[in-house]
């Protein structure tokens, strides 16, 4: 076997062993910290009382309805 | 009952409250990155246009040094790349780490100086390059002396994010922080390294344009897509007010993202004089990337199911999902322009030039185009001036970018079998694909109109000359139940001291 | 351990595989790959450029001429897609439009810096292109691509020629230009309607006498529109009096980088296919 082969050799598991560390320290993490515990709560780090889920946060200029309920859609959404 | 309702409310005024705080504290700094990113955004566009008319009109402006198309193109690229794209890239991580770990921002004045840091350096690319200091290396076209100063700007800003990251106040870690983490570690090393190993000490002949192609790609793949990805995994669902599809494919992605992508960047010397494994284990890379960019398209598209009609009313969406949607579509590309029979005939043509377009314009572009339209309001607190205007630039955008990928892709591939065929003149190639090129100038223009709409709006709102905020869903939504006269107006509450807003 | 500390550990391992494998392994399996000799009394090749040769590589370097040209020559085996007449699909187009003898290798590039192998080919492969044409072909090409090929979409690179009055005799490195390449540098010059009379005014005669005796037609009737368009031609065509074109040091450079440029014409061991 060459150098060459050898380094290819290493480099190849050098890197599998690289990935594979990086992937199991930093699974579990989240796992020990509870980033995995519960998805939906995950996903619903970014509302709060103010901007709740259901309650669409964009409209052009001139076509912003002053509250929720005047929004046609807001039932459909809080029937989800 | 009333009683629960006036609690509910306090809730709700609570954390408008704390929101509005945050992106008080974020406007200084955002904003000086954000109208920087916009002025490159306009030079890069002029000066595309500029070496698009020059490809199919040679006497255009010839006999000067300076706009000669070579300069023309690395000035563009430079521009675009490190000018309008980066910079955005970091507004947007500031005001997305901030708003997601949920604390103020801290030390301006550091963020002033790496935004200034970070322009001086795209100045000194930008002009050295027309003067005669370009380096022929794609995308690391700038002279050596700017180097430093993006390294000392993008620094800057990586140890910022960290700190808010550790001043966090919100428990979980959403995934869009994970991607800007992620992004702003890649980055300094990725552009460290490779200056290192091309200018600073340079490596042996084709180790050279190797290390490039790797930077290259990388710096799509692990700066640009991480935070243009995380950017549209915040605005699509709170748009919407509807949280992601899957938040475990999401996480999934990113860790697929975070291990295949930066492994696919040597097909772009595929048939060149390097090691043959190299351009081969690149292609394994590029086609894994099918897992990441399936997880996201998934979360991204399956969230906006049954919402498409949200499209026609809010228009940070329309260009975020525009974006999306041209993520999977020019991912998917990527992944089938890396294998070998495909290559042999796109590399080396102007089909190469209309994906990097979609990825960079289609894809990173319009999702920072809606991260402005959401987010600069709510710095602000101003409204949008027009919504004609921001419906010309929506559409002006959308149908260039379509338009220069499609010429492009239908021209660049029969430039590409007309190459591999000894028998087709080289005149008979030039010929057939003026045309197209002609097509693109036609589809730059459009862009570009399209960024001077945006640029119009944005100065209106920064300058404050067109209607104030009142309330409303863009900035936080009035809880109903209040009268009017104990409801805090939304300046008043951009404008108050800090210490009125806590609870 | 601190969180931010494991998903730092976790982004820079796998940042990293791909840097061992992409970037490090390659450099170490390539960066002291040594020139190639055959018998020691032999010259080296490749071997580095030198003096004008690799100041002319800064011009091109500079102008980012590596934006429309690659420099290398693929595979026999490369590129397939093309129909022969009789219907086989061949390969190897890079080496059959004549653009190289052999497909390069990394030790071609071992002294290039920066390494232009380029990544777009709007304009022909320049790896060999010093074995293809002269140096006044390129001097002419540079200055203005279009006096070549008249289909051609390159920029003209006049601004690195300069225009001089002639005193005593044209200079032999002056560009053997016609005066419709030469009065407006980098572009292609008419006279309109009324300069052309008065120029016919003032030395119609000379012209015609020229015309006659250079092209060897005879010509009786100079007011038929032909006649008058083959004269306008024919003036066109010849050098200016007065003024001559010459490289200045900058094309001289860029001009003596094309025509070392031979990097697929000596044979290597490993470049066989």
Request: contains cysteine.
């Amino acid at each position: 076997m060459e150098s060459v082969d050898i380094a290819v050799l290493l480099t190849v598991f050098g890197s599998i062993l690289c990935f594979g560390s990086a992937a199991v320290l930093a699974l579990s993490w989240a796992f020990r910290n509870g980033q995995f515990d519960n998805f939906q709560r995950g996903a619903l780090s970014i509302f709060d009382a103010d901007e709740p889920v259901g309650e669409p946060t964009d409209f052009f200029p001139d076509h912003r309805p002053i509250t929720p309920a005047h929004d046609p859609q807001h039932e459909a959404i809080q029937g989800e | 009952m009333a009683v629960t309702i006036l609690a509910r409310d306090h809730l709700r005024l609570q954390a408008a409250q704390e929101r509005v705080t945050i992106d008080r504290s974020c406007r200084g700094p955002v904003l000086a990155f954000s109208a920087t990113a916009l002025f490159w955004l306009l030079v890069g566009s002029l000066l595309a246009l500029l070496a698009s008319l020059k490809l199919h009109s040679p006497y255009f402006l010839t006999g000067s040094a300076i706009w000669t198309f070579g300069r023309v193109r690395m000035a563009h690229l430079q521009a675009v790349a490190l000018g309008w794209s980066s910079l955005a890239a970091m507004a947007a991580c500031l005001w997305l780490m901030c708003r997601l770990a949920r604390v103020e921002l801290i030390y301006p004045r550091m963020l002033y100086l790496a935004c200034a840091l970070w322009n001086v350096a795209t100045t000194l690319a930008v002009a050295g390059i027309l003067l005669g200091d370009g380096t022929s290396v794609e995308w690391l076209d700038a002279p050596t002396y700017a180097h430093p100063f993006f390294v000392a700007g993008v620094g800057l800003v990586t140890a910022w994010v960290v700190a808010t990251f550790r001043r966090r106040r919100e428990a979980h870690v959403y995934v869009t922080q994970w991607y800007i983490l992620a992004a702003v570690f890649w980055f300094p090393w990725l552009y460290t390294v490779a200056t290192l190993m091309i200018f600073w000490i340079p490596a042996t002949g084709v180790i050279q344009p190797v290390v490039n192609w790797w930077f290259n790609h990388n710096f799509l793949g692990l700066w640009l897509t991480p935070i243009g990805v995380g950017t549209a995994y915040y605005i699509i669902p709170k748009i919407l007010g509807r949280p992601i599809h899957s938040y475990y494919l999401s996480i999934t992605g990113f860790w697929a993202l975070a291990l295949f992508y930066s492994w696919a960047g040597i097909h772009h010397l595929i048939g060149g004089p390097i090691p043959a494994w190299l351009a081969t284990a690149s292609t394994v890379g590029s086609m894994m990337m099918f897992i990441p960019v399936i997880a996201v398209a998934i979360n991204h598209h399956m969230t906006m199911i049954g919402h498409f009609h949200r499209l026609k009313y809010s228009p940070a969406l329309r260009f975020t999902v525009f974006g999306a949607i041209a993520y999977t579509a020019v991912s998917f590309q990527g992944s089938i322009e890396s294998l070998k029979d495909f290559s042999e005939v796109a590399h080396f043509t102007h089909y190469t030039v209309g994906h990097a377009h979609l990825g960079a314009y289609g894809f990173v572009a319009m999702i920072f185009f809606g991260l402005y339209y959401y987010m600069i309001p709510r710095l602000t607190g101003r409204e949008w001036y027009s919504s004609k205007l921001i419906r010309l630039h929506f559409w002006c955008s959308a149908v260039g970018i379509t338009l220069y990928f499609t010429a492009l892709s239908i021209g660049g591939w029969w430039q590409g079998r007309m190459l591999n065929n000894p028998n087709v003149p080289f005149a008979n190639i030039i010929m057939y694909i003026q045309p197209y090129l002609a097509l693109r100038s036609v589809a730059g223009t459009m862009m570009t109109i399209g960024h001077i709409a945006f640029a119009i709006l944005f100065i209106i709102n920064l300058a404050g000359w067109g209607r104030q905020r009142s309330g409303g869903p863009t900035l936080f939504a009035q809880p109903p139940q209040l009268t009017p006269s104990e409801l805090p107006k939304a300046d008043s509450l951009m404008n108050a001291p800090v210490t009125q807003l806590q609870p | 351990m601190d969180r931010g500390m494991i998903l730092f550990i976790g982004v820079l391992l796998t940042f990293t595989s791909s840097w061992l494998g992409l970037v490090l392994f390659p450099f170490w399996q390539l960066q002291n790959q040594p020139a190639f000799q055959t018998s020691p009394e032999e010259e080296p090749y490749p071997r580095p450029l030198q003096g004008l040769a690799w100041t002319g590589m800064k011009v091109y370097q500079k102008n980012g001429c590596m934006y429309c040209h690659s420099q290398q020559i693929r595979s026999e085996r490369f590129g397939n897609w093309w129909e022969d007449p009789t219907g086989i699909m061949r390969t190897g187009g890079d080496i059959r439009r004549g653009w190289g003898t052999r497909r390069n290798v990394p030790r071609d590039y071992i002294y290039d810096s920066p390494t232009m192998l380029g990544t777009m080919r709007t304009g022909p492969d320049l790896a060999n292109i010093g074995s293809r044409y002269s140096a006044t072909w390129q001097h002419i090409h540079t200055y203005n691509p279009r006096a070549l090929n008249s289909w051609s979409i390159m920029p003209s690179f006049a601004f690195m020629y300069r225009k001089e009055r002639i005193v005593g005799s044209r200079s032999e490195k002056a560009l053997p230009l016609g005066r419709e390449w030469t009065v407006r540098p980098g572009y292609r010059w008419r006279p309109s309607p009324n300069e052309w009379a008065a120029i016919l005014q003032q030395s119609g005669d000379q012209i015609k006498a020229r015309f006659l005796r250079e092209s060897g037609q005879p010509i009786s009737d100079w007011t038929t529109p032909e006649t008058q368009q083959q004269l306008l031609e024919f003036w066109l065509a010849t050098p200016e009096e007065d003024w001559q074109i010459l490289p200045t040091e900058e094309a001289e450079a860029l001009v003596a980088y094309l025509l070392s440029l031979r990097k697929a014409e000596y044979p290597l061991p490993e470049a066989k296919e």
